[in-house]
């Protein structure tokens, strides 16, 4: 882990790399505008905290990140999470609500600083693929369903399916149809440009590369479009929801006093915030750096997000982390290294300064299809097909995450995913596998005798364990082999084939030792085959060793060839 | 699964087992008496509703238990779990404690009883044994402790050590030296009669068995001793503290008015309580059952518990399980079967009919006197010992139970205790061992190379993997397995040798896809040998198949086989 692993490109910086980055940072600038507003009206938040939000991060991350094509900034999920959290203390809209969210930001960045200099990095390995993917793919349609509010042009609330949908349903009536059409308008245009606007370029002569960069450009179009719009028809009078004031200037760098209590009533939300957005981060990351044989280093990863955060909360911003559409946008526009992120700080910070007169007239059904748009690339319900099509156990993870989630909101979500992953994982090792085996015939392999045609011998048992031995399946193992033993009278030796035994607890031994006393007693010896050295260790500080009727065999082979009936004599005349 | 196991022992009830089932009952009785009265002072309750949790709840356990020889009624480590709850949501003394009792025993029984019915006994096995000897051992020295002030006879509260010990410390300077001499005496005595008694007896030429129930009876010779001398000595004007008025009777069969609040206050501690009960008693039947050959079938115990924790409630009694010193009196005494039982409910209903004015005159120091005596079998030290010299985690485990439970209660103690074996369990999961194999000399076998003198192949390495692939470890095999790699640039096929994989999660697939990908990428083969059967189903419903660059082999030996580099050419002049 390097303190400062911008110091590694920072050394070699060529002009190459200039141009290449100051290319992407304009492209990543001119997406990023929209891309903060909208994530800061979907936290509930002010339009210049998004803003906020996309300057300081930014530089943070660019100096102690791992990842060379990265960028930080307000992303759909974390932004919803941060409603969630701080919609339940303080009303949105209220001074309480932005102090929050600022809190969240503050808190979530220590976590994340704290848990890179710990070394925890490996927390985060609790969230399985399937659990991620259900809970984006939920909290997507969530953000979805909410963002229709401001299309529709109605005041409605909720943070899960059930009560946003009964809650615009309700507010149905007051909808303003000026509102509505904007918002389609603006959502039917970004859907085409997201797949129209790039071929049509081409035809028109433009190349491959500059048509795409273009097409990412769309949502500005619609910006510019709807603010035309706003000021020509005068929304305002007409009941259209604008942006407003947004105030004209960079942020000042100091934090608001918070309460002794607001930390607490955060701090599970703010966990989850962190978790979340650190997986979602590192994998974008990876993903990248896997294409340019970079690696990405998980803890430092960490502290360079806890860093990003931290440096949002100080600059009135909310929680940040790594996104994967303007990371992919800065990666194909060519950055090179996180100088291009510095470079679109910058650009950002020119916008705050310029542009915030302007965004007075921009409608807020606008940045609600922009959002709705770019939701749509999280919503991947693939997942639940490819996890039924390969395992029950991990399809009944992503169903519950799903369900959780749209009913229950983003944290119970996300934490009913992680529990019941980890449930699932734990209630199969609770009723391991066990198979009979025999050999294979010219080998010295031993299988499963329902699957292949192996060979047994009489009086000797061989049962292959396939799972290690611990609390939570001991008591399973006793009457699973007091069962085989009770259903074979002729029995003189049961070999264990311990293979994929890769540890034994205590509680285990305590039971291995009342079976081998117990088939002692009905005269049965107890024999291990193929136990590992590490687990070998273990018995050897014991004195079941001593115990044991029968003995531990390196092979599976020789266990067999040891114990089984010597051939009967020829009868000699 | 049977309704009523009672039918097998009441169709072959034979002259014999009346007489030795009476002779077992008349012993438990005796014990059973002072037994219900300290254990409900223990739970802060009234004398008469240990007598009454005495009674019914023995009967319901006779007619659907599966043990012939458990005895059942309050136990000492669930009479403090109870005095825990209850105590948190009513005050010692005040009627709604003994309300909320009732309602503890109705809950956990109601709870015993689903969790019988769905058959959920599997539960039990999250409690590793290292957690529940902790447990036990932690809870008998918090109830000495916690009786000490009956002995002293002061007044002292706490629910873990630091908060007893400097509670009675406070209240020291009250303490009242007849109640000290008594309880002294009387605990000094049981002592004595413990280890000495029995010996006397059969110098004094009485047979050994007699001899070993007389000391049994022990306790009810104290009683009867520090009954005349509260009567002679006048206790009650001298300031002992006496149990006093005890309602003559038989309880009456009815549920006290329970506020709704009262049952999402005592969940949590009810499952606990339910959870902890259940596992002493079944481990306390499997012993038993071992002895006379019998079997405990834990679900059918789960609904046998249920139903008596039911009775206990609708008798005015409070939690109940199967006990460990009663349960071995029954048995040593020549219980045969569970009408043993229902003979000693009806000797306890008749000691609630004519004894319980004595009783009023019982000084409290005697009861406290035979709860510590009785605890002091309880505590397990050795089991430290046992689990630091087995393996580290199984002490951690143990060692976090006992000092949470001697620090937060029983409560949090319990559950820390389990939270840290899972966790424990799953950490070492998370990192799992992965060793590089050779062939041993001679066989088909391949062990590490490290540990045995074995033979490799240039241009292969064989990695064996100790572990299941799951989402928590997917992402540290892959930090291995290009460590490996990284350090052979000569390689040319990697094989992993998988017989204790036992599962590959839909994340694991995913990195063994990537893996593939980039091994593939660098020109090395990826091949994966002794895959289970159970295994490859999983991998033949993906596409995983189709993409590895290498191949899947029976076995590691045909694997190496088919890979090594050909012999070279000899050269022919």
Chains 1, 2 share one sequence.
């Not at 060529?14 to 994530?39: E, K």
């Not at 963002?147 to 349903?169: M, P």
């Not at 360079?304 to 946008?329: D, H, W």
């Not at 399809?395 to 996300?414: M, Q, R, S």
Request: proline share 4%; aromatic share 6%; glycine share 8%.
């Amino acid at each position: 882990m390097k303190l400062f692993p911008a110091l590694e490109w920072v050394r070699t910086y060529s002009r190459l790399d200039l141009s290449s980055d100051l290319l992407a940072a304009v492209i990543v600038t001119i997406m990023l505008i929209p891309q903060s507003l909208a994530y800061a009206l979907l936290a509930g938040l002010p339009a210049e905290m998004g803003l906020y939000a996309s300057i300081l991060p930014l530089i943070a991350y660019a100096l102690l990140g791992s990842s060379r094509t990265l960028s930080v900034g307000p992303v759909a999920v974390v932004s919803l999470m941060t409603a969630s959290a701080v919609g339940k203390i303080a009303t949105e809209g209220s001074v309480g609500y932005g102090t929050a969210a600022i809190a969240m930001a503050l808190l979530s960045g220590m976590m994340l600083l704290g848990m890179g200099i710990a070394r925890f990095g490996f927390l985060a390995n609790f969230l399985s693929h399937p659990v991620v993917s259900g809970f984006i793919t939920a909290s997507g349609i969530i953000i979805a369903i909410s963002q229709l509010r401001h299309i529709l042009g109605v005041a409605a609330e909720g943070d899960n399916l059930l009560t946003l949908v009964s809650s615009l349903w309700l507010h149905l009536p007051a909808l303003n149809t000026l509102t509505l059409i904007t918002g389609i308008a603006a959502t039917v245009f970004l859907l085409w440009v997201r797949s129209g606007l790039s071929p049509l370029l081409q035809r028109l002569g433009m190349p491959q590369f500059a048509a795409s960069l273009v097409a990412k450009a769309g949502p500005v179009f619609v910006i510019v479009a709807t603010i035309a719009a706003s000021v020509l028809l005068d929304y305002e009078a007409r009941g259209v929801a604008l942006v407003g004031e947004v105030p004209r200037g960079l942020p000042t760098f100091a934090l608001p006093d918070f309460g002794l209590e607001i930390w607490s009533e955060l701090a599970v939300s703010a966990l989850l915030i962190s978790i979340i957005g650190f997986v979602e981060s590192v994998s974008v990351g990876k993903t990248l750096a896997a294409k340019r044989r970079q690696r990405i280093e998980p803890n430092q990863e960490l502290v360079a997000l806890g860093a990003a955060n931290i440096a949002s909360a100080i600059s009135g911003g909310f929680p940040v982390t790594g996104g994967f559409s303007r990371s992919v946008v800065n990666f194909d526009a060519g950055a090179r290294t996180q100088a291009a992120s510095i470079y679109a700080a910058i650009g950002i910070a020119i916008a705050a300064l310029a542009l915030t007169p302007v965004l007075y007239f921009l409608p807020k059904a606008t940045l609600a299809a922009t959002i709705i748009v770019a939701v749509t690339s999280l919503i991947d319900v693939a997942i639940l097909r490819r996890a039924w099509h390969y395992s029950r156990s991990d399809f009944t993870a992503v169903a519950i995450t799903i369900t959780a989630t749209l009913l229950l909101g983003v944290e119970l979500g996300v934490l009913s995913g992680i529990l019941a992953s980890i449930g699932l994982h734990l209630h199969k090792s609770t009723q391991p596998h066990m198979a009979v085996v025999g050999g294979v015939p010219g080998t010295e392999h031993f299988r499963n005798v329902e699957r292949l045609d192996v060979v047994t011998q009489p009086g000797i048992i061989s049962i292959r364990i396939d799972e290690s031995l611990y609390f939570a399946n001991a008591s399973y193992l006793e009457t699973c082999i007091y069962n085989f033993v009770a259903q074979r009278p002729e029995l003189k030796h049961v070999i264990l084939m311990c293979p994929a035994v890769n540890t034994i607890d205590l509680s285990a031994l305590e039971v291995l030792e009342a079976i081998n006393h117990r088939l002692a007693e009905q005269g049965i010896t107890l024999n291990l085959s193929e136990v590992k050295g590490i687990v070998m260790d273990g018995l050897r500080r014991s004195d079941f060793l001593q115990q044991l009727s029968g003995k531990v065999f390196l092979t599976q082979h020789q266990a067999v060839q040891a114990l089984k009936p010597d051939e009967i004599e020829p009868y000699i005349i």
